[in-house]
């Protein structure tokens, strides 16, 4: 069902009866993954009847447009445990993981991506240590098989940029895959944000906070949902959101041209006064007006970033919209 003012949807499940909140929530964002759900759903399921038999599992459908939302939907008719939340069009994986957290009833939390690279047999040992009292148990990635030479390039360059420029301490190698404390869940639906980047709003929260290193797996099937465009997208939230370093930059850069055309100013002044001319030369001037003209464009470039995402905000639009939720439909 549609949301009909901003933050309806978001907050629904956080109202749940205590009592009634099984131990573990199991999220999983899907988008476009028949090929995968058939393995994943018996292998999450062997996991939780092992590891946490008091469990439920919240699928949260990213606007498929495959079987995805069918084969769903047919396996939570055959287990009750299992949720399945479809929105109404593709909003995005950021909008998914805080759909399913938001919806989530469980005194800990575990998001897990659908593509089983993420392994879940890494569950117990997430929820081990949260029943040793962590409220954050992060996975961190040792290896990455399957990912090419320049994705890792990137991708690692990335993590320990955001390290140094962010304000808070962000984790190199770490995804979306963690487990989170119910008071932690609950505070991270309290913050408000539309433009998303979930793993630096867990960080910035603080809590205490364990790791858990697992092998990544290569995708089981089809094709990866995270195209260079989409992590560029990612990266750009990930540094607006948690660092002012870009306009830094950009006043730094201010100065050092401001520096430039002193020197320039000095060195046409002296040659006048002494050499009896100013220096002739057009490359000099052309080479000034192109790298001044460089850097408005990079400036107004990085200005954008941050005034395209002050502009998402103000307008309060729901982050969200549901168009099925099996829960609502098996009260009613």
Do not use: C
């Amino acid at each position: 069902m549609a949301s009909s003012e901003p933050g309806s949807e978001r907050m629904g499940a956080s109202t749940a009866a205590a009592s009634a909140a099984p131990e573990l929530s199991v999220i999983v964002p899907t988008f476009n993954e028949r090929a995968v759900l058939p393995e994943l759903l018996q292998r999450l399921v062997a996991v939780l009847e092992e590891a946490a038999p008091d469990y439920e599992i919240v699928f949260v459908d990213d606007g498929s447009i495959d079987e995805s939302p069918a084969i769903l939907l047919d396996a939570a008719d055959r287990n009750a445990r299992l949720r399945v939340l479809r929105f109404s069009r593709n909003f995005g994986h950021q909008a998914a993981v805080t759909a399913g957290i938001e919806h989530a009833r469980g005194r800990a939390v575990v998001v897990i991506d659908a593509d089983l690279q993420d392994p879940p047999e890494v569950i117990p040992e997430l929820v081990a240590k949260w029943r040793e009292g962590w409220e954050v148990v992060s996975a961190v990635r040792t290896e990455r098989p399957g990912e090419s030479a320049l994705r890792l390039f990137l991708i690692r360059t990335f993590y320990r940029v955001l390290k140094r420029i962010a304000s808070v301490d962000m984790t190199p190698d770490v995804g979306d895959f963690r487990l989170l404390d119910r008071r932690v869940a609950d505070a991270l639906n309290r913050m408000p944000e539309r433009n998303r980047y979930v793993r630096g709003l867990i960080r910035w929260l603080g809590f205490r906070h364990a790791e858990v290193g697992y092998k990544r797996a290569e995708r089981f099937a089809g094709e990866t949902k995270y195209p260079y465009t989409k992590l560029v997208r990612l990266a750009l939230d990930g540094v607006t959101a948690f660092s002012t370093f870009p306009l830094q930059l950009v006043a730094w850069m201010g100065f050092a041209v401001f520096g430039l055309s002193l020197l320039l100013a000095a060195y046409g002044i002296v040659g006048r006064l002494f050499g009896g001319a100013t220096p002739p030369g057009w490359t000099s001037v052309f080479v000034a007006v192109a790298l001044l003209s460089g850097i408005q464009l990079v400036a107004l470039g990085i200005l954008g970033a941050y005034v395209s995402r002050i502009f998402e905000e103000v307008k309060g639009r729901p982050l969200y919209v549901i168009a099925t939720d099996t829960a609502r439909d098996r009260e009613r």
